[in-house]
């Protein structure tokens, strides 16, 4: 099993920038796609950017321009620099990563990014 961790959410004034960190850890299963996933209350859970293991990335047009995913492969570490924040970024950011042949999924335990307006 993979195991994600998050770290660098918190609270952000509008305009502001601010970036995650996800680190993977556990058996050596070659990581491959990582991305990262957002859900403001009483909202379902949406795709915020992912990156391929050979740096491919797609974004949700909602954050497109404004945010940057990238990640280090020897740290098995995904991070998602976010610019030009505004209230409606306001969620719970997830880390995801697949992993192994099957692609299984890992998810972080989440970290909250409020912005304040």
């Known amino acids: 099993q993979v195991q994600l961790v998050e770290s660098g959410g918190g609270l952000v004034q509008a305009g502001g920038s601010q970036t995650l960190s996800c680190a993977a850890s556990g058996r050596p299963f070659r990581i491959n796609d990582m991305g990262w996933y957002r859900q403001a209350p009483g909202k379902q859970r949406e795709l915020v950017a992912t990156?391929?293991?050979?740096?491919?990335?797609n974004y949700a047009d909602s954050v497109k321009d404004r945010f940057t995913i990238s990640r280090d492969n020897v740290k098995n570490t995904v991070y998602l620099q976010m610019y030009s924040l505004k209230p409606d970024d306001t969620a719970v950011y997830y880390c995801?990563?697949?992993?192994?042949?099957?692609?299984?999924?890992?998810w972080g335990q989440g970290t909250q990014v409020t912005v304040s307006s």
């Open positions: 990156i391929t293991r050979g740096g491919g990335t």
């Open positions: 995801n990563a697949k992993f192994g042949a099957w692609n299984s999924d890992s």
